[in-house]
């Protein structure tokens, strides 16, 4: 049980480009969802918190306007990374928790490529 | 100082040794404890949940938790290559769907044929 996936694992995509990345609870709904990014041999660094139905709560440095994070149902939010730029290359991971969930569980993760 | 310390590593040991992986933090607030194992090019995969302090054992994985030194370990018996990833601690205040985790940087173990 407890089973996150993402989609796509990897894209590459030109500058100015907009990304979606999906995340999906595959067996428990998942009342809150987690975004992170996570730069080679570093640890993740948490990027938003969403909460189904409602807005998502940015950390402090992570701009909303070029992340937008939507959690429309108890299973799938989405990150769109907009106008992406060379800078943005880099693994990005969601993780979800529902109420019967102890702590929160990965997505595989998604490796973004801005050329 | 940050809020969770850990040796990045590299840690190489010979397969078959006990491997001691630890973390250090300064929140007194913490109580749920964590440790993650993230394979290359990999999410992180929850290893160990332990709540306050004490031991918790699963299989070959024992996670110890030591509140009043602000400690925490995981042990690894009769390591086997294909334990060979990083292991990052991450740690919490409170338990439930909200919980924000707070992450060690992650110590990359290669466990040696």
């Known amino acids: 049980g407890a089973v996150v996936s993402q989609h796509p694992s990897r894209v590459i995509c030109k500058s100015g480009t907009s990304v979606k990345i999906e995340c999906r609870s595959l067996?428990?709904?998942?009342?809150?969802m987690f975004w992170y990014r996570q730069f080679p041999k570093k640890s993740l660094m948490l990027m938003a918190t969403?909460?189904?139905?409602?807005?998502?709560?940015?950390e402090q440095g992570v701009e909303k306007d070029k992340f937008l994070i939507n959690h429309a149902s108890l299973t799938l939010s989405t990150l769109t990374v907009t106008s992406a730029h060379p800078e943005d290359s880099s693994f990005y991971i969601c993780?979800?928790?529902?109420?019967?969930?102890?702590?929160?569980?990965f997505g595989p993760g998604t490796r973004l490529l801005v050329l | 100082q940050k809020e969770v310390e850990q040796d990045p590593g590299p840690l190489s040991v010979p397969e078959g040794a006990i491997v001691s992986l630890n973390c250090t933090y300064s929140n007194s607030a913490f109580q749920y404890f964590m440790w993650y194992r993230q394979y290359s090019r990999k999410g992180p995969e929850l290893l160990m949940y332990?709540?306050?302090?004490g031991n918790k054992e699963d299989g070959r994985f024992t996670a110890q938790v030591d509140k009043s030194s602000k400690y925490i370990s995981l042990f690894i018996r009769d390591s086997q290559p294909s334990d060979s990833a990083t292991y990052l601690c991450?740690?919490?205040?409170?338990?439930?769907?909200?919980?924000?985790?707070?992450f060690g940087t992650g110590t990359l173990l290669a466990v040696q044929p």
């Open positions: 969403s909460n189904e139905g409602s807005k998502a709560t940015y």
């Open positions: 332990t709540y306050s302090s």
């Open positions: 067996d428990f709904q998942a009342t809150t």
């Open positions: 993780s979800a928790n529902g109420q019967y969930q102890e702590t929160q569980y």
């Open positions: 991450a740690m919490s205040a409170g338990g439930g769907a909200t919980n924000k985790l707070i």
